[in-house]
């Protein structure tokens, strides 16, 4: 685990689960139960870190990364919502939206014969920026098990209709990126470095660097590595986006360290973001399991 997931205070909130805080004050959950160690900061909802009992690290998280709750945390699983990548307008707007930049509420942890799952929650009575005057409740369920599920439910409670986008930002510790294959992305994929629409059938081996939407990918796309494979298994999704920025990182990332680092990233795009009417509910999920 990086070794910036210590904690400096704790506290056991159920047989398996204790809150606390890292140094910096990023408050934290961490689950411990016979199946896997997992790192989840209230900050984003963002789970930092997963471990597996008897395996290595699932998730990548920068040793860079900014956990002061100022800026957006590079690694782990990112909630992007309401919108994804960078939103035209007059004022500029926080690249893909604003849940990863606030802290949610802990709603609730179920313990369960077949693991815990930690419900975590944010709405319009905690944040409401100015740019998105809609009620809204997101709810995202953390289900710590020898497999690791995320579902992110997202409702509109206003009385207006409004369009939003959302995505699992999954960033994978792959030991080498070079060696990775990404199966079922389909044969198409929007190239987001050229603008261009291309075709390509078959398997994606990683060459970075790389930022690609796949609108057309399965619900079931695996990413293999030398040293494992992990399916994901995906619900409510339209798109799997596949990044890596090769040797121009941003700054809270290292070249280096980077290497080890793929994003493969659970997405509901829609044309222009997806349309959900007062009172609807929709969700977006993905269970990652080892295949090998
Ligand atoms: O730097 P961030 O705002 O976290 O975005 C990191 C990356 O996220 C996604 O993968 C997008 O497709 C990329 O275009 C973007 O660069």
């Known amino acids: ?7 400096v205070s704790q506290k056991g909130l159920t047989d398996s689960v204790i809150g606390g805080t890292l140094q910096g004050g990023l408050p934290v959950l961490v689950v411990q139960n016979r199946f896997a160690r997992a790192v989840i900061s209230l900050f984003g909802a963002q789970l930092l870190s997963f471990i597996p009992a008897g395996q290595r690290e699932w998730l990548w998280l920068s ?3 900014h956990l002061d709750q100022t800026r957006p945390i590079r690694g782990g699983i990112p909630i992007c919502w309401p919108w994804f ?3 035209p307008g007059p004022q500029p707007l926080p690249s893909h939206g604003f849940a990863r930049n606030h802290l949610w509420q802990l709603d609730g942890i179920s313990e369960q014969i ?7 929650f944010l709405s319009d ?19 710590v098990s020898h497999q690791l599920g995320l579902t992110l439910t997202c409702h509109n409670c206003d009385r207006r209709p409004w369009h939003f986008a959302a995505a699992l930002h999954s960033y994978f510790n792959v030991g080498q990126v070079q060696s990775c294959q990404v199966h079922g992305l389909g044969g198409r994929y929007r190239d987001k470095l ?54 121009h990182v941003p700054g ?6 980077g290497e080890s680092m793929l994003c493969v990233e659970t997405a509901l795009l829609g044309d222009q973001g997806v349309l959900l009417a ?4 929709q969700q977006l999920a993905v269970t990652i399991s080892r295949q090998r």
């Open 1 to 7: 685990m990086y070794s910036g997931l210590h904690l």
């Open 63 to 65: 040793q860079k990364a």
């Open 85 to 87: 990548g960078a939103r």
């Open 114 to 120: 077949q693991g815990t799952i930690v419900s975590l």
């Open 125 to 143: 009575d905690q944040v409401k920026p100015d740019y998105w005057p809609y009620a809204y409740e997101l709810q995202l369920d953390i289900h």
């Open 194 to 247: 050229s603008g261009q629409s291309v075709i390509h059938p078959g398997v994606l081996q990683v060459r970075p660097p790389l930022d690609r939407i796949y609108p057309r990918a399965e619900p079931q796309v695996v990413l293999a590595t030398p040293n494992r494979s992990l399916l994901l298994d995906q619900v409510g999704m339209d798109s799997v986006v596949v990044w890596h920025p090769g040797r």
């Open 252 to 257: 809270d990332m290292e070249v280096s360290q």
């Open 278 to 281: 007062p009172g609807q509910a």
